[in-house]
């Protein structure tokens, strides 16, 4: 093997182990976060909360991050910081610790923002920096570091069920060891990143063809939004209340109801995986109209089937509705190229935000109505998948441009 070809297999290599890298520290970084929902029923019963007082709970780390998360990719687009991946972790080591001792309602909000703001740092930058490892697999890149989170995501309820059980939410203190390993891989993730980031930065900035006009942009970057309201308010329904769905309605033990929440998000990994590669070959918008729009009619079906039945069918709408996210991320950097940082701000803040605003909604609705009837009214939200059609053709807009080129 000659000189040349050392390098770019050494070059190949580094880049796969950096989105190995992020994958896996985004694994740690929502196995953290999903740990919040998983322990709502040990909170409630410990702090005597009512359902307006989870929701609260998912609508505090929620907004914090929705409201950081669009200010740190665009502070970062400016200006690059690579110890931000390790000091956002920092953040939620110490919301972990907070939590662990919280002996109020108040401390445990407290302990959610902070939570929360590990995340807002830690996203926007995680995201480009997969992007610039990404050697032109965009789609590819971002389902990558979103598998290891929706994977982190379905861990955090079978690590409560099997650690905190019957042992108290002090036995949070065993998660902060996953912060610790986080932050060290980050700091070496962040290393490469200082290193390359001269080199790479041209893969944020490459504009994916004939440009649109500014009023297309901005519609379509609307259109995205109220595909990711859909996605998440639904999601949010169920990552915040299935498990207390399962315990009123099949009168299921809370640990039973926990392997059931992993159940579920481990098929929204299995998912998330799908959206990118697919997308990258045959088109992000088709992507996006199977994963929202297809999914509708097991979401309306849901309310009115046995537990067998839920079980299935809430696997079936994980796979399904998990590959979008992936591919509206990338087709909104697409859209607006050089603005990665802002991009996946927006699009990981407004997510958030949107969990957690719905969240306390669908707490109050709880509240006020019935646990059952919340699910009958999600049902509803994959529908605005339609809009999907107002999209522009992005491939078809690139072959144009290549065509013009030759």
């Known amino acids: 093997m000659d000189r040349s070809t050392e390098r770019s297999a050494e070059a190949g290599n580094t880049v796969m182990r950096i989105l190995l890298a992020l994958s896996f520290s985004h694994l740690l970084n929502d196995t953290i976060q999903a740990l919040l929902p998983a322990i709502y029923p040990l909170l409630k019963a410990e702090f005597a909360l009512s359902f307006t007082q989870i929701g609260l709970i998912t609508f505090c780390f929620q907004l914090t991050g929705s409201i950081l998360q669009p200010a740190v990719g665009y502070y970062t687009d400016q200006r690059p910081m690579p110890n931000s991946l390790a000091i956002g972790m920092g953040f939620s080591l110490v919301g972990l610790v907070l939590l662990a001792f919280a002996s109020t309602y108040a401390w445990v909000l407290a302990a959610a923002c902070l939570v929360g703001m590990g995340s807002a740092v830690f996203h926007p930058e995680a995201s480009r920096v997969a992007r610039m490892a990404s050697g032109g697999r965009h789609g590819f890149a971002q389902s990558l570091f979103q598998v290891g989170g ?33 932050i060290v891989v980050l700091t070496r993730v962040g290393a490469w990143y200082r ?52 315990i009123a309605k099949f009168h299921v033990s809370v640990r039973t109801a926990q392997l059931a929440l992993f159940l579920f998000q481990f098929s929204v990994a299995a998912g998330t995986i799908l959206g990118g590669p697919v997308g990258d070959r045959f088109g992000r918008k088709y992507v996006i109209w199977i994963s929202i729009l297809g999914v509708a009619p097991f979401t309306l079906i849901l309310p009115h089937v046995g537990l067998g039945w839920t079980l299935a069918l809430t696997v079936v709408i994980g796979l399904v509705l998990a590959s979008a996210f992936s591919a509206i991320l990338v087709f909104a950097q697409d859209l607006i190229p050089g603005r990665t940082g802002l991009v996946s701000g927006l699009f990981f803040g407004f997510a958030f935000g949107v969990a957690g605003v719905g969240s306390a909604a669908l707490g109050w609705l709880a509240d006020h109505t019935s646990i059952f009837h919340v699910f009958q009214v999600c049902a509803y939200l994959p529908l605005i998948g339609l809009l999907t059609g107002f999209l522009p053709n992005m491939e078809g807009a690139r072959r144009k441009a290549a065509a013009l080129v030759r």
């Open 150 to 182: 929706n994977f982190g995501s379905s861990l955090g309820p079978l690590l409560a069920a099997l650690i905190m059980a019957k042992t108290g939410h002090t036995q949070i203190l065993w998660f902060t060891l996953l912060a610790l390993l986080a």
């Open 195 to 246: 290193r390359h980031y001269s080199r790479l930065r041209s893969t944020l900035e490459r504009p994916p063809g004939t440009p649109l006009m500014r009023a297309r942009v901005v519609m379509s970057v609307a259109i995205l939004l109220a595909l990711i309201f859909s996605k998440y308010f639904y999601l949010v329904s169920l990552t915040s209340y299935y498990t207390f769905y399962l």
